[in-house]
């Protein structure tokens, strides 16, 4: 699958998902005359960077196709919508070429990592949802307190704030009446 894919059906679309790891989705009016004016720009970058299996261009008409619009969160056209393994990563609404061809370079990045959900939150010895560091160190218990200068730092800018806000205020109610 190469160039521009228009969506047919519901069915068509799902597959199209499931079997592309980057989709980039012009979703589209015949009579949408922004749609007409950035037609051009997504087929260029569809004829560029268009990869089997990896990155798919696909137009969907949102009068011919309204269950996959509706489905989407389509309510303004343009709206050009990034999924990456079958999830929406990013979305871009009107006619605006350079948010789309910088979308489209983010998405580039992702064609070759799997699109499994978590996958690009990954960090060597951390994974997102996964256990908690433990606190360890000589604080005994554990109780769950994982202090550190630069937290007690903050704590203590933000009462110092809060101290001096009321001070201001009440100085100033005090002159009111």
């Known amino acids: 699958m190469s160039g ?3 969506i ?3 069915a068509e679309w799902q597959s199209l998902l499931s079997g592309t790891n980057v989709v980039v989705a012009d979703f589209y ?3 949408c005359g922004p749609c007409k004016m950035i037609a051009p720009h997504f087929e260029r970058l569809a004829k560029e960077h268009s990869r089997p299996k ?3 261009f696909a ?3 949102v009068d011919t196709q309204s269950t996959v619009a509706r489905s989407n ?3 303004a056209m343009p709206t050009f919508k990034i999924f990456h393994g079958g999830n929406c990563i990013d979305t ?3 006619a605006n070429p350079s948010a789309l061809s910088e979308a489209v370079s983010k998405a580039l990045k992702l064609a070759d990592v799997a699109g499994k959900p978590g996958e690009a939150f990954k960090t060597p010895g951390r994974t997102l949802g996964g256990e908690a560091p433990s606190a360890g ?3 005994g218990g554990g109780g769950g307190w994982n202090l550190n200068m630069g937290s007690i730092l903050n704590a203590l800018i933000v009462l110092v704030g809060l101290y001096l806000v009321s001070l201001f205020s009440a100085r100033s109610s005090q002159k009111e009446d």
């Open 137 to 139: 160190g000589a604080s």
């Open 8 to 10: 047919g059906s519901t």
């Open 4 to 6: 521009l894919i228009s």
């Open 54 to 56: 990896k990155v798919a």
């Open 29 to 31: 009016a015949d009579w």
């Open 59 to 61: 137009k969907v008409n």
């Open 92 to 94: 871009i609404k009107g």
């Open 73 to 75: 969160g389509v309510s």
